[in-house]
Structures are given as C-alpha cells and as structure tokens.
C-alpha cells in the first residue's frame, strides 16, 4: 500500500474515495488546497479507497435511512411506531446480503476479500427494492426517487471524473511529491 | 488447558467471536460498515460482565457521573472497541493501515535510536495495530508481551491469524520469560508491555491512579532497572475512523539507589501520571472490561 508522509492536503487525493461523486469533491478541494498546517508532528496518509470518514458515514447513513423507510412502510404499524421499530430491523436487514451470500460465496470462490461481490450484490438489493417502492403511490417513492437521484448523479459524476482523470493524476502526483 | 467444550466457542471470550470478525472484515462492504458496528455494539452491551465493568471504572474515572449517563458512555468504549479490533484484523487479513498522526516525535525517535527501550502502554486505542506497524516500520526489533486467550481454541486462532515479523510472548512462564527478554532488551530490541492492569499471578507493584490504591505489573519496570533502559510509555489513541495518534510521552528513567522501592515507586508515579492523563481524556477507548479498582470491583 502507497503511503505520503506529512502532506495534511493529501487527505483530499481523489483516490482516497471510492465514489464518483466523493472522488470529484475531492478533487475540487485539492486544487484549492495550498500548504494546509500540519498539526500532527508526523503524518502518515495511506492511499486507499475506503480510507474516508465523511464519505463512508455519509453512504451508510443514507443507505440506512432509505432501508428504514421502505421497512417502515411494509410493517404494518402506524408511521411512527413503524418508522421505530424499522431502526433495528434495517440495521439487521442490512446484514443479510452479508451473511446469507457471504458463505455461499466462500464456498464457491474459496477464502478470502469478497468485499466487491457482496457490496455489488448488496447494492443491487437496494436498487430492486427501490426499483418496487419507485413506481409504487406510497410514501417511500420519495425515498426511492432520492436513491435513484443520487445514483444518477454519482454516474454523471464519474464522466466527469472520466474525462478529467489526466487532470486528476496530476494533482495527485504535485501533491505525493 | 484442555478444550473447552463446544458452546464455549460462543462465550464472549470465544474463538467464533473471532472467526466472525475475520469473516466480517472480508465481507462488509465499508459503506455499511457503521450500521454493522454501530448494531453489534448494541448487542454486546448485553454482556453483563463487561458492561457493568466498564461503567464501575467510569464511576472513578467520573466521580458523580450518573448511571444512565455511563450506559451510553459504555456504549461508546463498546463501540470504539470495535472498530479497534475491525481495523486490527483488517490490517492482518488484508494489509489496509490507517491514518497515522504521530505525537511526541522526539520522544519516538529517541526509543528506535535507543540501544534497547521499553515500549510502555495501556489497554487502549490498538495495541496490537500499533505494534505491527512498529515491526513494519522500524529497524528495531520489537518483542510483544501480553497475556494469552482465556480460550485455547480462541489462542490458537490468534497464533494462526498473527502478523508476520512480530514476535508475541505471552506472560504465563514469569521467570523463564523474564530471562528471555533481559537478553532481548540488552540486544537492543525494544519489549513493548501493557503496563495498566494486572492479569494472572504475575508480581505487581502498587499505584494509585485517580486517587485511587491500585496495583500495576511489577515486570516492565524490573526489567527496565535490570537492563539499565528507560521506559517509554506510548499510547496508541483511536481519533476517528481508520485514524490513529500514536502518543510517546517522555521516558522514565530508573535510577538505582540503595533503595529499590522508592526506585519504582517513582517510575510508578511517572507512570500513572501519564496513564491518568490519557485516560482521563480518552476513557471512551480504555478497554478495561473488569472493575480495575478493588472497591469498584465491589
């Protein structure tokens, strides 16, 4: 794994982000960046995708909450009532991708980092799911509608990411050297 | 030790534990990694034991704190436990380090250029994260003593799940292993020991840590008197997600008098003034399951 030792500016290198939208963010913060204060006495940044706090929290988060309506709206309970006892189910129903396929997944491939796999299936749950409340007239279509949103703008966010990639590569490697 | 019979794989302290977090760590996808944590955070909170230990040592640590305040405090060392051990085996099983921000640079620089040291810390941030990113990093050697799994089967999935290029000892055989890194610290390698609590019958020393009687392991310091090397307490302090601040506070030194209690006694002094000092202001990642004072304890 690369590692850039004392550049405080580095925690905003684009591939430290795993999504389009994240990694174009970045990017437009690293051009701003100047010779950020180093508070750390010794500082050392590992370059990896997954290494963000923000991004990461906030795609939880959002993941959550939309799994927490669209369980909220099949129990049959009353909104509030239903949206509260959603909070555990969704954390639970979240994990199911995890340790249903998980093994299966195990079996077939052998030991090992199965992280993609179960992230595009995951993904892809939550597409359907959003797919079925989309078209439907209840309340979570808004939620739905949202979920799709950002997917769409994340896509457009990676043609752009795309098309500045040389633009990119090079401020990344001003800001390693 | 003979093994343990089958439901204790699921006890807390049990290997399925641990073969669920290195299953886990393989397969969560990072995007949902705080709903995991924040979920099986909540389930262990329904370990009594641990739960109940932690808020009698938040008791001290906050004197007058209320008890539903120190629930939820719990929760937090609960949930700053986990990510602990998340990016542990993370760093074991696929080699992703975190953020490393570095406090105390001289005083770190002065242990690796030292000819023998003792590594000093406590039960918190990642111990074990930070002792592999030593064996990776420095051109010192470096010895980890800390004491073994309860569990046999649990110890065995620990030994076959260990970084590479660190040498673990585990604190059971007092004499013979006191021997052993007398001469590993005399060779110049640094011996790093969690020297905050008492496991086991090993022979200890007394402390007081927030004003409180308290006793702390004996070894480090008898063995920084005998290989004549200070003793640099380090503290490995989780500041965010995938984030870490190694802290290196200035070294103990064990002058030799005529008298060797006051000796350690004062070291122990030093000691628990630095120990004080981070974990009053990092309580939420000391990982001290059981009630640490005697009167907490009842």
Redesign the interface.
């Known amino acids: 794994m690369n590692v850039i030792a004392d550049k405080p500016e580095a925690h905003w290198l684009p591939s430290r982000h795993r999504f389009a939208l994240s990694r174009l963010i970045a990017y437009a913060k690293l051009r701003r960046a100047r010779a950020i204060a180093n508070n750390a006495e010794h500082l050392i940044l590992p370059i990896d995708r997954d290494q963000t706090a923000a991004e990461m929290n906030g795609v939880a988060l959002w993941v959550f909450f939309t799994t927490v309506c669209y369980i909220a709206a099949v129990l049959p309970l009353i909104l509030p009532a239903a949206i509260v006892a959603a909070i555990p189910l969704a954390a639970i129903a979240l994990q199911f991708p995890i340790v249903g396929i998980g093994p299966i997944v195990r079996m077939l491939l052998g030991d090992g980092d199965h992280i993609k796999i179960i992230s595009v299936i995951t993904m892809a749950l939550l597409v359907i799911a959003s797919s079925y409340f989309a078209v439907s007239s209840s309340w979570p279509r808004y939620v739905a509608w949202f979920f799709f949103a950002v997917l769409v703008v994340n896509g457009a966010a990676a043609l752009v990411v795309w098309l500045l990639r040389n633009g990119i590569r090079e401020a990344e490697d001003r800001c390693a050297r | 030790m003979t093994r343990s019979a089958w439901w204790r794989r699921f006890s807390v302290r049990g290997v399925f534990w641990r073969q669920l977090l290195r299953?886990?760590i393989?397969?969560?996808?990072?995007?949902?990694?705080?709903?995991?944590m924040?979920?099986w955070s909540a389930f262990f909170l329904l370990w009594g034991p641990g739960r109940r230990g932690v808020m009698r040592n938040l008791k001290v640590i906050k004197p007058g704190s209320f008890g539903i305040a120190n629930f939820f405090r719990c929760y937090r060392v609960f949930w700053n436990y986990a990510w602990t051990i998340a990016d542990n085996v993370r760093f074991k099983?696929?080699?992703?380090?975190?953020?490393?921000?570095?406090?105390?640079?001289d005083h770190f620089q002065a242990m690796q250029a030292s000819n023998g040291a003792i590594l000093l810390t406590a039960h918190m941030g990642s111990y074990d994260l930070g002792a592999h990113l030593f064996s990776e990093t420095s051109t010192r050697r470096i010895v980890m003593v800390r004491a073994p799994e309860e569990d046999l089967e649990t110890r065995e999935f620990e030994e076959h799940h260990g970084a590479e290029g660190l040498r673990i000892e585990f604190n059971t055989r007092a004499t013979e292993l006191a021997l052993d890194l007398l001469e590993t610290v005399r060779e110049g390698a640094i011996v790093a020991i969690q020297g905050d609590r008492v496991m086991g019958s090993i022979s200890t020393l007394p402390a007081t840590l927030f004003g409180k009687a308290a006793t702390v392991p004996a070894g480090p310091f008898a063995l920084a008197m005998a290989a004549r090397v200070p003793i640099y307490p380090v503290f490995v302090v989780r500041i965010?997600?995938?984030?870490y601040?190694l802290v290196t506070s200035r070294p103990i030194e064990i002058t030799r008098s005529r008298n060797r209690d006051d000796d350690f006694a004062r070291a122990v002094a030093q000691w628990m003034t630095e120990l004080e000092d981070v974990v009053r202001n990092c309580w939420f990642q000391w990982f001290t399951f059981e009630p640490y004072w005697p009167e907490a304890a009842s």
């Open positions: 299953f886990a393989l397969h969560v996808p990072p995007w949902i990694e705080p709903i995991v924040a979920f099983e696929l080699r992703t380090i975190p953020d490393w921000e570095f406090a105390g640079l965010g997600r995938r984030r601040r």
